[in-house]
Nanobody, 124 residues
Framework: QVQLVESGGGLVQAGGSLRLSCAASGRTFSNYGMGWFRQAPGKEREFVSAINWSGGSTYYADSVKGRFTISRANAKNTVYLQMNSLKPEDTAVYYC?????????????????WGQGTQVTVSS
């Protein structure tokens, strides 16, 4: 089992920044590819970003490319999502997820473990 706990969400004005963290425990963190997904009210959960086990490969949804940066610190069992130039349409609950031996997948069904989510609200 892998436990994932997200933090860093909150309320920010458009154009502002937030840094989300996801702390993992329970298994060897470096065995897992990590992803960030988000779900806005009334919408399906969508892919935001992913990173492979080493941090050498990263992937982004077109809607966040150039504004968000994913990174990981395997020594700290933590994955981060730096979010800059936030827009009201970025408002959602953000979830991190872990995929065993993952290379950084965009498909949510490939992930084995999920966190409980953290709310991000961007005001206009």
């Amino acid at each position: 089992q892998v436990q994932l706990v997200e933090s860093g969400g909150g309320l920010v004005q458009a154009g502002g920044s937030l840094r989300l963290s996801c702390a993992a425990s329970g298994r060897t963190f470096s065995n897992y590819g990590m992803g960030w997904f988000r779900q806005a009210p009334g919408k399906e959960r969508e892919f935001v970003s992913a990173i492979n086990w080493s941090g050498g490969s990263t992937y982004y949804a077109d809607s966040v490319k150039g504004r968000f940066t994913i990174s990981r610190a395997n020594a700290k069992n933590t994955v981060y999502l730096q979010m800059n130039s936030l827009k009201p349409e970025d408002t959602a609950v953000y979830y991190c997820a872990a995929e065993f031996h993952g290379l950084g997948s965009k498909e949510n069904f490939k992930y084995d473990y999920w966190g409980q989510g953290t709310q991000v609200t961007v005001s206009s």
